[in-house]
């Protein structure tokens, strides 16, 4: 088995505002560092289109509808100030979806050992009937509930190592004791949840906040003295990662002033628990990283961890 890697074209046709750091050259970088020799062996295929029954495992109908609703012919339309959409956001999003869903569903039959999908617009500040911070849909939170659905897996982990609170997320799981939902992020920064007294309702929400400059050395801490011993005790059988890498020192979007080896090493470190209680089994999803060179690397780090490099 290897390591899957799922991307799409209409990724490209998903348009944002001149000057947005969410913008289709972000994927660019990923497919460009990923044409590297070292990764000849990854297995590739294309996100296919989600449906809207996925889609409806975590967000409620009206707000799904109100989306198609909104989906312009041409030009922009704004959700928030942050947030809007092109004539090829919706397919860009339901790809996204469906990517998230094919990668779980080759994980668990055992094609590949374990997948990342590269696609945008990224998710998990999507609430169940909210757009915001770039995000429409919540496709680490569909990938995890997909798999209990269909699969009847018991625990799923959903680990958030972007820069930003995975607010989406923690608010589609937040009363749910069969997800665990576990999140690194800089604080104070947007969307401005995640202190560490935010549990749950069933203490399944472990948040690790960290401060502006805190670099990896605490990063690699909350990790060794929180969110790991939680995981183990949780025991999931699968895990999915929010995989966001603007916690890079080079991203224009916050100061957390982590490397790419960083990166590299929480995958290794939750590969560890993936392989003692999982099987192994990881879907990994594209969130943030804005810088497109720091973006490049960290993906190639992270990506390389995943193959067993």
Known sequence: MTTLVLTHAASFDHLTPPGHPERPDRIRAIDEVLTADHFRDLARGEAPQGSLDSVALCHNEHYIAELRHLSPENGLVYLDSDTSMSP??????????????????????????????????????????????????????????HAQRKHGIDRVAVVDF???HGNGTQDIFWADRSVMYCSTHQMPLFPGSGASSERGDHDTIVNAPLASGDGGARFRAAFENLILPRLRKFAPELIVISAGFDAHSRDPLATLNLAASDFEWVTRKVMDIADATAGGRIVSVLEGGYDLKALGESVAAHVAALMGA
């Not at 080759?106 to 169940?128: C, D, K, L, Q, W």
């Not at 009937?129 to 680490?140: P, S, T, V």
């Open 162 to 164: 972007d820069v930003h």
């Open 88 to 145: 090829g956001t919706w397919e860009a999003a339901m790809r996204g979806v469906g990517g998230a869903i094919a990668a779980t569903e080759a994980v668990i039959a055992g094609h590949a050992s374990n997948a990342f999908v590269a696609t945008r617009p990224p998710g998990h500040h999507a609430e169940t009937g909210r757009a915001m911070g770039f995000c429409l849909f919540d496709q680490a939170a569909i990938a995890a509930r």
